[in-house]
């Protein structure tokens, strides 16, 4: 049972360049999140998505654009790094309606922008 | 959004030793999840408190909701080396299904 899958695990961008996060779940959740971690500053919400065809902002959108695919599939675009954008991104998934499912995360992608 | 502060941010003990970890806030919640984070993985969820005054158990690990649920606290007993990583509480947000995290604390029991 795989989970939730990232891709890729590292990557290094220098400043300007675009590249897109993939992720993917097999548990036939609803809904989808994008998470960045900074050290000293927990979890942040980037970006989620609550079902297929919706998105909505979390508390640290700007430089970043969304796309939820399909049911399994939410990809995180970076249209032009920054090296503010240096940072492990994670995404996860969880069931809705139910009143305290758990966020189920992937290993996370560590991004750095020279 | 409301702020969960987390103490201590980092705590190095011998294994075999008691601590406690907090979550505290000025804010009332309806309930709060614990995960716990091992490097190079993401977190997984520990417990949730729902009740004020609650604890749960969970082998060595002692959660608690405050009674007025505004905090929890995380005590374990007899720390393992295999209890490190980073401790993470975390909030539901009232509209919307999106969870809220403190920065966390970071244990390192040594052996």
């Known amino acids: 049972n795989a989970g939730v899958t990232q891709t890729p695990k590292f990557q290094v961008l220098k400043t300007g360049q675009s590249m897109t996060l993939q992720c993917a779940q097999d548990m036939n959740h609803n809904s989808m999140y994008w998470y960045r971690q900074d050290p000293g500053m927990g979890l942040r919400l980037i970006y989620y998505s609550a079902s297929e065809g919706t998105t909505d902002k979390g508390e640290v959108p700007n430089g970043y654009n969304v796309s939820r695919l399909n049911k399994r599939e939410f990809s995180l675009r970076l249209e032009s790094a920054a090296p503010s954008q240096t940072s492990v991104y994670f995404c996860?998934?969880?069931?809705?309606?139910?009143?305290?499912?758990?966020?189920?995360f992937g290993n996370g992608t560590r991004l750095t922008v020279t | 959004t409301q702020l969960l502060e987390q103490s201590p941010q980092f705590l190095s003990i011998q294994e075999g030793e008691n601590l406690t970890v907090y979550c505290n806030s000025s804010s009332v919640f309806s309930s709060l999840q614990w995960y716990r984070q091992e490097p190079g993985e993401g977190p997984v969820l520990l417990v949730t408190v729902v009740t004020g005054g609650e604890v749960k158990k969970l082998k060595r690990l002692t959660f608690q909701f405050g009674d007025a649920r505004k905090d929890s606290s995380l005590h374990i007993t007899a720390a393992q080396p295999g209890d490190t990583g980073l401790y993470l509480c975390a909030y539901r947000m009232e509209y919307g299904n999106k969870l809220v995290f403190g920065a966390g604390t970071i244990l390192r029991v040594k052996s």
């Open positions: 996860a998934s969880s069931i809705p309606g139910i009143y305290n499912s758990p966020l189920h």
